[in-house]
């Protein structure tokens, strides 16, 4: 059953207002207007910038700040969402903003434009009941998260410092509750690296494997070798490292003929035992051993055949491990959470990566959202309680990051 829209909260027709907007990555989609109208309308001062690099395509930012005190507390998010699939497979159009049984549906409810109505609502309160803002609120938003994030934050972040803005704490609106609003901060995250293994060998006839040299033996033996032991136990603040092989590609459609090439795709998520640099060189050592092991290559007489013939490539830039250790943001939002939901949140470095890979280069960096169940499904959803509930501990976490400056 759908709610009156005349029912919404500020959060929720702001997010209707965003959902309405088709900001597929990396297209701005009337977004970043939606939301510079109403940061315009709080006194905030706009920034809009485009970015353009090789082979990537141009993406449009905003930076909006208030205030011209430090310290500067920012929020980060995007406005670019995923690609909604088959429409037909939604129970309402993607770019609606439908509010169905108490949830509103759409493309970017939860990842990640939930949480940027939610902390623009909060602002908005704050505002209205003339809170005491010792410092400055400022927005990062950006429309490359779901892409390729060159164009986005990162080139956004080297602009605004090379142009001597300061940004001293920053939550990230990304959806970090698994179950329930005040499940958990996240306050680092594994890095990241993808690569591929490419494998050549000898075409020939199946019949006659002894004057071909099939890549395919060659390729399961190097994927093992990745997947193999574990890379480490964890640690205090990370899970352990794993490394998960996501394709293996031959592209071979004969039955009797032994392919000349193979290749494995891959991503590993690694924790603070390793460096991006220290990673690699494990996973060279893998590589070059399983490669060398005589018992994997015999020709049909038993004798071994020489190492296999492997490359690696590495398709991205890492995403570097990191952990926020400032007391100040992390006490400031935990007590938010307790005070508005009534339990700690878990202080987590789990999931994948986010921009704040790149944002806890410039300042300490945590990301606390809604719920993300539903984060790139379809009938993407939020429902409008937690909205309410993310509005809430927002508005208390920026009163108490602020407080803390005049103890």
Partial sequence: MTKDI????????????????????????????????????????????????????????LYARLGDQAPNLCFAGHTDVVPVGDENDWTSQPFEGAVVDGFMVGRGAVDMKGGIACFLAAVERLIDHKATIPGSISFLITGDEEGPAVNGTKAILEWLVENGETI????????????????????????????????????????????????????????????????????????????????????NPAFNVIPNKASARFNIRFNDTWTADSIKQELQRRLDEAANDPELRRDIDGTPRPSV??????????????LTSDDKLIEALSFAVSKVVGASPELSTGGGTSDARFIKDVCPVVEFGLVGQTMHQVDERAALKDLDTLTDIYAQFIQRYFEQETV
């Avoid at 900001?23 to 001062?45: C, K, N, Y």
């Avoid at 492997?310 to 830039?317: C, D, L, N, P």
């Fill in 168 to 251: 001293d704490a920053c939550v990230v609106g990304e959806p970090t509750n698994p179950n329930t609003i005040g499940d958990a901060i996240k306050i680092g995250r594994r890095g990241s690296i993808s690569g591929t293994v490419h494998v050549a060998g000898v075409q020939g006839h199946a019949a006659y494997p002894h004057l071909a040299d099939n890549p395919t033996r060659s390729i399961i033996a190097l994927t093992r070798a990745l997947m193999a032991e574990p890379y480490d136990d964890g640690t205090d603040d990370f899970q352990p490292t794993n490394l998960e092989v996501t394709s293996i590609d031959i592209g």
């Fill in 309 to 322: 013939d492997y490359s690696i490539i590495y398709t991205e830039r890492p995403s570097h491990v990191f």
């Fill in 6 to 61: 005349s029912e919404l909260s500020p959060a929720a027709e702001l997010l209707r207002d965003l959902i309405r907007c088709p900001s597929v990555t990396p297209l701005e989609g009337g977004a970043l207007d939606v939301l510079q109208t109403r940061l315009e309308a709080l006194g905030f001062i706009i920034k809009r910038r485009a970015f353009s690099a090789p082979n990537t395509p141009d993406v449009e930012n």
